[in-house]
């Protein structure tokens, strides 16, 4: 089981940078993947960026290039660098952990990210 806290959503501008950071209860080292989705109003939640136990990376088009998904072990932390915002990035952005031989998933509350001039 794991508890997981995003924080760093906000608003921001077109073209603008945030960083969003996902804080777990515990060591993430042996996680099968941690990751980022997002929903938008009146849209279904999707992946924007995951990163599994080796380092492999996995992102959604619509953000390649634009954003980067990173972990620090010690910190226990998943981050998402997110750069050249757009307002179609707009969204509640919710942290995932994928744990175990049953890949159990685990969410965290979110956090908005407003994308607006």
């Known amino acids: 089981q794991v508890q997981l806290v995003e924080s760093g959503g906000g608003l921001v501008q077109p073209g603008g940078s945030l960083r969003l950071s996902c804080a777990a209860s515990?060591?993430?080292?042996?996680?099968?993947?941690m990751g980022w989705y997002r929903q938008a109003p009146g849209k279904q939640r999707e992946l924007v960026a995951a990163?599994?136990?080796?380092?492999?990376?996995n992102y959604a088009d619509s953000v390649k290039g634009r954003f980067t998904i990173s972990r620090d072990n010690a910190k226990n932390t998943v981050y998402l660098q997110m750069n050249s915002l757009k307002p179609e990035d707009t969204a509640v952005y919710y942290c995932?952990?994928?744990?175990?031989?049953?890949?159990?998933?685990?969410w965290g509350r979110g956090t908005s990210v407003t994308v607006s001039s």
């Open positions: 515990r060591n993430i080292f042996s996680i099968n993947a």
């Open positions: 990163i599994t136990s080796v380092g492999t990376t």
């Open positions: 995932n952990a994928d744990i175990g031989l049953s890949r159990l998933q685990y």
